[in-house]
Every structure is written in structure tokens, then in C-alpha cells.
């Protein structure tokens, strides 16, 4: 018996691997997956490494109406000859040019996740473009998956989309988190030790650490602001910046530059495929991101024992429970984030008591295996309500 045609679409291929990671290789026991991407190669790469078809679409996360276009005819001559049963899309951009593609192919099940919502920094004109793009894509989609309450909150606050087309699956989360990978059982206190000294960790130093972009709306500059006044205090502590910079995008302040070039204390490790060493030689997570979906990385320090600090945001006020299992802090408040950082540098058995919640509350909320059955359980409800 043939397999009903499943195809997912994000912008660029990273979102498949990092955000879905082992997910589309999970669906391909039940449906005929494609993966559909920009940059060919590494597309292509990913598809042998899950184990689907792939289909390649020239794709940017910046505003370029006249390739939008292109792509949108592109994807829909694909989907005119696949027949897909599902079209299932995540990011932005991936986002509008999937679902009017598939709308336009009269694909069934039209599906878009929502992990977060850039146009939420935005203003002007560019707000007003971003927010017909985001109606627009919840219009061509049959459902539409906030992957958080916060997100859902949003989108009906916005008046983006009815609520009954609007669905948070399980406890949040696109993906979920493999919580035997992520586990310090692979971490001997010897490799450890190792690690931090080849990154020039002082033994005695408490580390904080932050996992992902190297950009302004990351909250970056108040951090590096806050890491500042610590050591004006004299305490023994190391900030690691797990992540690229993007220049080109949301680049930080040069004053932050300046700082993160000269200081000894706060080093910097480019992108990393595995993340978990980096955790594994750290305390404390620190992530005051202005917006979020639903972070991945929250849930992999938390797995990994790490008290969280994290902004009071959608996404991160639900896998952080203050008092619980990490801490919550204003957005871009440099003075309330220090607090906070200072306060878990002093008060050991506080430290303690939220690392020990920690791993406890992700394994019980956000296993990824539970999280796959829950996403194949929606489609087949969907396929029922055809």
C-alpha cells in the first residue's frame, strides 16, 4: 500500500535540522516525507541524514517580494505534480510561500507551526508588511500551530487568526527534547574538567552561559551589560557565548563588541553543532531574548541540570517556572537581569534547589518521542475531518 505524500518546508535547512531534528525520519514510517528547503547542498545533505526526499527552493528570511513570487510558482508546479496529502510549514517565509502554494494546488491539509514571531521587533512599514504576510499565511493554512499559550495569546491579541483554527499540541514545542541525549550522564567530571580547561576556565569560576545567535534581540547587550557589573563585584565568573554573530542582521551594539574582544572572562565559541559539552562546563543559563517561540535551548540546559535564567517572554515563561526551576527577568532590563545573576552567583542552595527541578520538569513536560506520537496523532484527526 502506497504512503500518503507528507511535505514539510522551512526557509533554510538548519530549521529543519536543528528545529525538527529526527522528526521527519519519525513521520517517514507512516507517510511519503519530503523535505523542502533553500541551499541545495546542505539540503541535500540533511535528506540522507533523516532519510527522505527533498525538494530544493530558492528561499531568504529577508523581504524580497519578486523571488517570493518565483518560489511560490516553483513550489505550486511541484505540488500540482506530488499530490501531497499534507503540507505541513515552519518559519516566516517558508510559512506564506507553502501555504499559498499548496492553497493554490488545493493540497487538503494545509498546516503551519508558529515558533515565533520576528515581526514583534518590528515597526513602521515593515510591521504593517509582516503583519499582512502572517494574515495572509494563516488564511491559506487549514491549521495553524502556535507552539506556545504565549504565541496563541499573541495571534488572537493581533487578530491574526480565528481561534478555531488556532491549536497548541501538547505542553508547547515544535519538536520536543531527546532527554537521553541531552543528560550529563555522557559527561565524566574528568572530560569535564578537560573541557574547561581548554577553554581557560578557571577552576573556582562559576560559568554562565548563553546558546544561540549572537544578536541584539537576543538580548546580548544587556547581557554583556549585566556580565560587566558581576565582575565589578569581584566574583569569580566566566560568560560563554555558544553561537554565531550575524552582522548582517541584528548586529550588537559596538560597545558590546568592544567588551566581549577585550574581556578575558567572556569567550566565544562560533557555531557548534553539539551544544552539550558546552552546557556539560556550565552553571547557569542565562537567555534574555525579546522574543521567542518556544527556545529549544531552555529545554536542553534544563535537561542538562541548568537553573535558568530567561526573559519573561512567551515560550520561556513556560518552560521556566520562577522559583522552580530557573528564574524570570524583564526583557531588556540590564539592572533586574544582574539581580538575578548576581542572586544565584550568591545564594548556593538556591542555585541547588532550582538545578535539582531542573532535568525533572523537561523529562516530565517536553520528551521528544511523546511529542512526534502527539504531531502524527493531529494529522491523522485532520485526515479524519476531511
Same mark, same amino acid.
Given at each position: 500500500?502506497?504512503?500518503?505524500? *507528507?511535505?514539510?518546508?522551512?526557509? +533554510?535547512?538548519?530549521?529543519?535540522?536543528?528545529?525538527?531534528?529526527?522528526?521527519?525520519?519519525?513521520?517517514?514510517?507512516?507517510?511519503?516525507?519530503?523535505? $523542502?528547503?533553500?541551499?541545495? &547542498?546542505?539540503?541535500?545533505?540533511?535528506?540522507?541524514?533523516?532519510?527522505?526526499?527533498?525538494?530544493?527552493?530558492?528561499?531568504?528570511?529577508?523581504?524580497?517580494?519578486?523571488?517570493?513570487?518565483?518560489?511560490? +510558482?516553483?513550489?505550486?508546479?511541484?505540488?500540482?505534480?506530488?499530490?501531497?496529502?499534507?503540507?505541513?510549514?515552519?518559519?516566516?517565509?517558508?510559512?506564506?510561500?507553502?501555504?499559498?502554494?499548496?492553497?493554490?494546488? /488545493?493540497?487538503?491539509? /494545509?498546516?503551519?507551526? $508558529?515558533?515565533?514571531?520576528?515581526?514583534?521587533?518590528?515597526?513602521?512599514?515593515?510591521?504593517?508588511?509582516?503583519?499582512?504576510?502572517?494574515?495572509?499565511?494563516?488564511?491559506?493554512?487549514?491549521?495553524?500551530?502556535?507552539?506556545?499559550?504565549?504565541?496563541?495569546?499573541?495571534?488572537?491579541?493581533?487578530?491574526?487568526?480565528? %481561534?478555531?483554527?488556532?491549536?497548541?499540541?501538547?505542553?508547547?514545542?515544535?519538536?520536543?527534547?531527546?532527554?537521553?541525549?541531552?543528560?550529563?550522564?555522557?559527561?565524566?567530571?574528568?572530560?569535564?574538567?578537560?573541557?574547561?580547561?581548554? *577553554?581557560?576556565?578557571?577552576?573556582?569560576?562559576?560559568?554562565? $552561559?548563553?546558546?544561540? /545567535? *549572537?544578536?541584539?534581540?537576543?538580548?546580548?547587550?544587556?547581557?554583556?551589560?549585566?556580565? &560587566?557589573?558581576?565582575?565589578?563585584?569581584?566574583?569569580?565568573?566566566?560568560?560563554?557565548?555558544?553561537?554565531?554573530?550575524?552582522?548582517?542582521?541584528?548586529?550588537?551594539?559596538?560597545?558590546?563588541? @568592544?567588551?566581549?574582544?577585550?574581556?578575558? &572572562?567572556?569567550?566565544?565559541?562560533?557555531?557548534?553543532?553539539?551544544?552539550?559539552?558546552?552546557?556539560? $562546563?556550565?552553571? !547557569?543559563?542565562?537567555?534574555?531574548?525579546?522574543?521567542?517561540?518556544?527556545?529549544?535551548?531552555?529545554?536542553?540546559?534544563?535537561?542538562?541540570?541548568?537553573?535558568?535564567?530567561?526573559?519573561?517572554?512567551?515560550?520561556?515563561?513556560?518552560?521556566?517556572?520562577?522559583?522552580?526551576?530557573?528564574?524570570?527577568?524583564? %526583557?531588556?532590563?540590564?539592572?533586574?537581569?544582574?539581580?538575578?545573576?548576581?542572586?544565584?552567583?550568591?545564594?548556593?542552595?538556591?542555585?541547588?534547589?532550582?538545578?535539582?527541578?531542573? /532535568?525533572?520538569?523537561?523529562?516530565?513536560?517536553?520528551?521528544?518521542?511523546? @511529542?512526534?506520537? !502527539?504531531?502524527?496523532?493531529?494529522?491523522?484527526?485532520?485526515?479524519?475531518?476531511?
Amino acid at each position: 500500500m502506497l504512503k500518503k505524500k *507528507l511535505i514539510r518546508i522551512t526557509t +533554510i535547512p538548519i530549521s529543519l535540522e536543528k528545529l525538527l531534528e529526527g522528526q521527519l525520519a519519525f513521520m517517514s514510517q507512516f507517510y511519503d516525507v519530503t523535505a $523542502v528547503s533553500s541551499e541545495e &547542498k546542505n539540503l541535500m545533505e540533511y535528506g540522507i541524514k533523516e532519510g527522505v526526499s527533498t525538494f530544493h527552493i530558492p528561499l531568504t528570511r529577508k523581504i524580497t517580494p519578486v523571488a517570493d513570487i518565483r518560489a511560490v +510558482i516553483k513550489f505550486y508546479r511541484f505540488l500540482k505534480k506530488e499530490k501531497p496529502l499534507i503540507v505541513h510549514t515552519h518559519t516566516p517565509k517558508a510559512g506564506i510561500v507553502g501555504m499559498m502554494a499548496a492553497a493554490l494546488a /488545493r493540497v487538503p491539509i /494545509r498546516l503551519h507551526t $508558529v515558533a515565533g514571531m520576528p515581526l514583534t521587533e518590528a515597526t513602521g512599514v515593515k510591521r504593517k508588511i509582516l503583519n499582512q504576510v502572517e494574515k495572509l499565511t494563516y488564511r491559506y493554512a487549514t491549521m495553524v500551530y502556535p507552539n506556545s499559550r504565549g504565541l496563541k495569546e499573541l495571534i488572537l491579541k493581533e487578530k491574526f487568526c480565528n %481561534a478555531y483554527k488556532l491549536k497548541v499540541l501538547g505542553e508547547g514545542s515544535s519538536n520536543g527534547i531527546d532527554t537521553s541525549y541531552f543528560s550529563r550522564v555522557h559527561f565524566s567530571e574528568e572530560k569535564v574538567q578537560k573541557k574547561r580547561e581548554e *577553554l581557560n576556565i578557571h577552576p573556582s569560576d562559576l560559568v554562565y $552561559v548563553f546558546v544561540g /545567535r *549572537l544578536v541584539k534581540d537576543k538580548g546580548l547587550d544587556e547581557l554583556i551589560a549585566a556580565f &560587566k557589573l558581576l565582575q565589578q563585584q569581584n566574583k569569580q565568573c566566566t560568560l560563554l557565548l555558544v553561537g554565531p554573530f550575524e552582522e548582517d542582521l541584528d548586529p550588537l551594539s559596538e560597545k558590546s563588541r @568592544m567588551e566581549i574582544d577585550s574581556n578575558s &572572562k567572556i569567550i566565544t565559541t562560533g557555531y557548534q553543532q553539539d551544544i552539550r559539552i558546552f552546557l556539560a $562546563v556550565s552553571d !547557569i543559563l542565562v537567555f534574555p531574548s525579546y522574543r521567542e517561540g518556544f527556545p529549544n535551548v531552555v529545554m536542553q540546559a534544563g535537561a542538562m541540570d541548568l537553573p535558568s535564567i530567561v526573559s519573561n517572554i512567551n515560550g520561556c515563561n513556560e518552560i521556566v517556572m520562577d522559583g522552580r526551576n530557573g528564574l524570570l527577568v524583564p %526583557a531588556k532590563n540590564t539592572e533586574k537581569l544582574y539581580e538575578k545573576m548576581d542572586l544565584l552567583a550568591t545564594d548556593h542552595d538556591l542555585r541547588e534547589q532550582l538545578s535539582s527541578n531542573a /532535568r525533572r520538569e523537561i523529562v516530565r513536560r517536553y520528551e521528544r518521542n511523546k @511529542m512526534w506520537e !502527539i504531531i502524527l496523532e493531529e494529522y491523522r484527526i485532520q485526515e479524519a475531518n476531511l
